[in-house]
């Protein structure tokens, strides 16, 4: 079955860096992924989608990179804020139906 | 526009005991999504409908029922609630014309004793 695997440890930089997260998965070739941003209480909410076909996406302080290769995306928070602290969520398509298979996530904590 | 709405917040149940949670979305989209989310496991899809009158299971459908309303209303059904059910439980609904990205509700927190 599909895996998605992301850093379960928490990943602390310091305002003003470029924050890094990992997303690997196995046993799949999804079409799209997804990254989500999730706050403590609240639902995941969608930040960005990257397709197969595309090997980079922008948008403002945020980038994303997929490599179908490596079966690795990568997430990139640039100039990081300490408002950008939350945990961030990866996402591959399920197939049919727009069902979400879901990695663990990660806590990003900026420190001023 | 409220987007999608979950009833209740937050729940106590003691074991063995039945509730309903309730989900409503006016994002106009056929599909919604019931997902559990556990601390080290992530959110796991319990039930979807990709439409009105229509629903299947997910990866963990055991111990729950749902019922598509309408269009808007998907509701979640613990007809004997256990501990191991103590969890967040997100609804979700499609945002995209596509249908990719999800909108998701503010959640329920779940707590069975």
């Known amino acids: 079955s599909q895996k998605i695997e992301q850093n379960s440890e928490a990943l602390n930089i310091q305002e003003g860096k470029t924050a890094t997260l990992t997303c690997n998965y196995t046993?799949?070739?999804?079409?799209?992924l997804q990254w989500y941003r999730q706050d403590p209480g609240r639902g995941p909410v969608f930040l960005l989608l990257?397709?197969?076909?595309?090997k980079e996406k922008r948008k403002e302080r945020l980038k994303v990179t997929f490599d179908t290769t490596l079966k690795q995306s990568l997430f990139h928070i640039t100039a990081s804020q300490p408002a950008d602290s939350a945990t961030y969520l990866c996402?591959?398509?399920?197939?049919?139906?727009?069902?979400?298979?879901f990695g663990t996530g990660t806590l990003l904590a900026v420190q001023p | 526009n409220a987007g999608v709405t979950q009833t209740p917040k937050f729940q106590v149940l003691k074991t063995g005991q039945s509730m309903t949670l309730q989900c409503a979305q006016d994002?106009?989209?056929?599909?919604m999504y019931w997902y559990r989310q556990d601390p080290g496991m992530g959110l796991r899809l319990i039930y979807y409908?990709?439409?009105?009158?229509?629903?299947d299971k997910g990866e963990v459908p055991n111990g729950y029922n749902v019922s598509r309303l309408n269009k808007r209303e998907f509701s979640l059904r613990l007809e004997s609630a256990a501990p191991s059910q103590t969890s967040v439980y997100f609804c979700?609904?499609?945002?995209?014309?596509?249908?990719?990205?999800?909108?998701f509700g503010p959640g329920t927190r779940l707590l069975v004793l």
């Open positions: 409908s990709a439409s009105e009158g229509t629903t």
């Open positions: 990257i397709r197969e076909n595309e």
């Open positions: 994002m106009n989209h056929n599909s």
């Open positions: 996402a591959l398509d399920g197939g049919a139906t727009n069902k979400l298979i």
């Open positions: 046993n799949y070739s999804p079409a799209y």
């Open positions: 979700a609904t499609p945002v995209s014309v596509y249908g990719e990205t999800q909108y």
